[in-house]
T-cell receptor, first 115, second 114 residues
Framework: GAGVSQTPSNKVTEKGKYVELRCDPISGHTALYWYRQSLGQGPEFLIYFQGTGAADDSGLPNDRFFAVRPEGSVSTLKIQRTERGDSAVYLC?????????????FGPGTRLTVL | AQKITQTQPGMFVQEKEAVTLDCTYDTSDQSYGLFWYKQPSSGEMIFLIYQGSYDEQNATEGRYSLNFQKARKSANLVISASQLGDSAMYFCAMQTGANSKLTFGKGITLSVRP
């Protein structure tokens, strides 16, 4: 079946602009995660959805970052007033139910560049 | 808090030889899962292998095996019969029963020489 997909694959924006990054998880997966990966580092957790609700948003760096998953499938990560420090690869992952034994499968990522 | 430590510098291995990539972890949770992912230069994060904290046998998946030593809190990845396509960044990660997020290490770069 289809894996996790993310759009766009690349996004270049100017400082201060608003961006939306989209994630389409594996069909039937109730758990969805967003991570951010800076160059040369491991991914860092941003937010976790179980169904439509954000079960853990402790990784969001500040209130410029927001994410939604209104129908329990597709999710959108929204970044307001972008800053150069937001430049990174944003990875989305999904798992069957979010359990400790569930494997998270990742999408190809969105490379965000803030000029 | 959970922590994953990967301290090896870039690793090199000759094609067809075996290589071990080290990972140590720290958590106070009794229930947790350990994962290894491969990230080639293309950037995709590919799941390789999983080990549960209650699993008594070491996990194996084809050429990948996980050397799980619970008392030492280590979960080393062993790749047998290395191939040129194994050249990539490798991440160890942990997920605990207390929360569902993955905590990643900094990764190890593996280069396979022909």
């Amino acid at each position: 079946g289809a894996g996790v997909s993310q759009t766009p694959s690349n996004k270049v924006t100017e400082k201060g602009k608003y961006v939306e990054l989209r994630c389409d998880p594996i069909s039937g997966h109730t758990a969805l995660y967003w991570y951010r990966q800076s160059l040369g580092q491991g991914p860092e957790f941003l937010i976790y959805f179980q169904g439509t609700g954000a079960a853990d948003d402790s990784g969001l760096p500040n209130d410029r970052f927001f994410a939604v998953r209104p129908e329990g499938s597709v999710s959108t990560l929204k970044i307001q007033r972008t800053e150069r420090g937001d430049s990174a690869v944003y990875l989305c992952a999904s798992s069957f139910s979010g359990g400790v034994t569930d494997t998270q499968y990742f999408g190809p990522g969105t490379r965000l560049t803030v000029l | 808090a959970q922590k994953i430590t990967q301290t090896q510098p870039g690793m090199f291995v000759q094609e067809k030889e075996a290589v071990t990539l080290d990972c140590t972890y720290d958590t106070s949770d009794q229930s947790y899962g350990l994962f290894w992912y491969k990230q080639p230069s293309s950037g995709e994060m590919i799941f390789l292998i999983y080990q549960g904290s209650y699993d008594e046998q070491n996990a194996t998946e084809g050429r990948y095996s996980l050397n799980f030593q619970k008392a030492r809190k280590s979960a080393n990845l062993v790749i047998s019969a290395s191939q040129l396509g194994d050249s990539a960044m490798y991440f160890c990660a942990m997920q605990t029963g207390a929360n569902s997020k993955l905590t990643f290490g900094k990764g190890i770069t593996l280069s396979v020489r022909p």
